[in-house]
């Protein structure tokens, strides 16, 4: 994968974009609706413009502008997400609060200096290789002003009960980091969980805290069908990438798609999603205090 194209499914795939767009309501109910539930009320009273990095087909940005009132503009490689969203944009009558932008996160990003109090990412690990990962993270201290937000989500993709369905997540693992993704470390894991506040603390954010939350998406759960449609179509969607890296043979592959189907539609299937958020602020002065919290 170049720096251009990093993402590990085709980023103009009508396929992934309407697996996106069932992926932000399904984390939209796990949040129960909420944008930001980490923030505490008095730092979203001063938030006035709002970035999210890899916005895809804009979901986030979007509730960002009609729930909260802020100004949020979305970037993402896609062409396609970008049109879509801007589409979205426009019907709900939010094209002067919610804007959207091709621009590829692995670059320099085309803002000027210190115009964003919140800059959000969700699965940095996806889109960004971790040669890159100082580079972007000193963008991101660049467009924030002093006292802004980093908000960066991670999942390490949760614990359920089918050996296909854990087989697959190793997969992707496996073949994220043989592409040169994730924290570079040894183990099971991609390892972001572990590098993220190193990396904040490096860039000199402050005031440092970490929430989770965790979904049960078991059968028979709410949760339940929104993670069977999203991992059928991602793993389905992923399945090039796995085949490129050398991870699996077609045949292989073919099987253990279909037995975590079937797992999945077992009435005994147990399943469990984590979604783990660090904030981090930008000083207002250039001494940080760098602490870890837990929420």
């Given at each position: 994968?170049?720096?251009?194209?990093?993402?590990?499914?085709?980023?103009?795939?009508?396929?992934?974009?309407?697996?996106?767009?069932?992926?932000?309501?399904?984390?939209?109910?796990?949040?129960?609706?909420?944008?930001?539930?980490?923030?505490?009320?008095?730092?979203?009273?001063?938030?006035?413009?709002?970035?999210?990095?890899?916005?895809?087909?804009?979901?986030w940005v979007l509730d960002v502008a009609r729930q909260e009132h802020k100004r949020a503009v979305g970037i993402d490689l896609s062409e396609s997400m970008i049109e879509y969203a801007q589409v979205q944009a426009r019907e709900m009558g939010l094209e002067n609060s919610a804007q959207f932008r091709v621009m590829d996160a692995t670059q320099p990003l085309q803002f000027p200096d210190a115009i964003f109090d919140l800059v959000n990412i969700r699965f940095l690990v996806g889109f960004l290789p971790r040669r890159l990962h100082d580079r972007f993270f000193s963008e991101v201290v660049r467009l924030l002003r002093p006292g802004g937000v980093l908000r960066i989500t991670e999942s390490e993709l949760g614990y359920t009960s089918s050996p296909a369905l854990e087989r697959f997540a190793q997969l992707l693992i496996q073949s994220l980091k043989a592409a040169g993704h994730g924290a570079g470390v040894p183990g099971p894991h991609m390892g972001m969980l572990l590098l993220l506040p190193h990396l904040l603390c490096e860039h000199?954010?402050?005031?440092?805290?970490?929430?989770?939350?965790?979904?049960?998406?078991?059968?028979?759960?709410?949760?339940?069908?929104?993670?069977?449609?999203?991992?059928?179509?991602a793993y389905k969607l992923s399945q090039p990438f796995f085949l490129e890296q050398g991870?699996?043979?077609?045949?292989?592959?073919?099987?253990?798609y279909e037995q975590m189907l079937s797992d999945m539609?077992?009435?005994?299937?147990?399943?469990?999603?984590?979604?783990?958020?660090?904030?981090?602020?930008?000083?207002?002065?250039?001494?940080?205090?760098?602490?870890?919290?837990?929420?």
């Open positions: 994968m170049t720096d251009s194209n990093s993402y590990f499914i085709d980023v103009e795939s009508s396929a992934e974009l309407s697996r996106l767009i069932g992926q932000h309501r399904l984390f939209s109910q796990m949040y129960q609706g909420a944008v930001w539930p980490e923030l505490p009320p008095e730092v979203v009273t001063r938030l006035e413009d709002v970035l999210d990095v890899s916005c895809g087909p804009g979901g000199g954010f402050e005031q440092i805290a970490r929430s989770e939350i965790l979904g049960e998406y078991s059968a028979g759960s709410p949760l339940h069908a929104g993670f069977y449609e999203d991992w059928k179509a991870s699996i043979t077609q045949a292989e592959v073919d099987e253990l539609r077992n009435q005994d299937f147990l399943g469990f999603y984590d979604l783990v958020t660090y904030i981090g602020y930008k000083p207002e002065q250039n001494e940080a205090n760098h602490t870890v919290s837990s929420t």
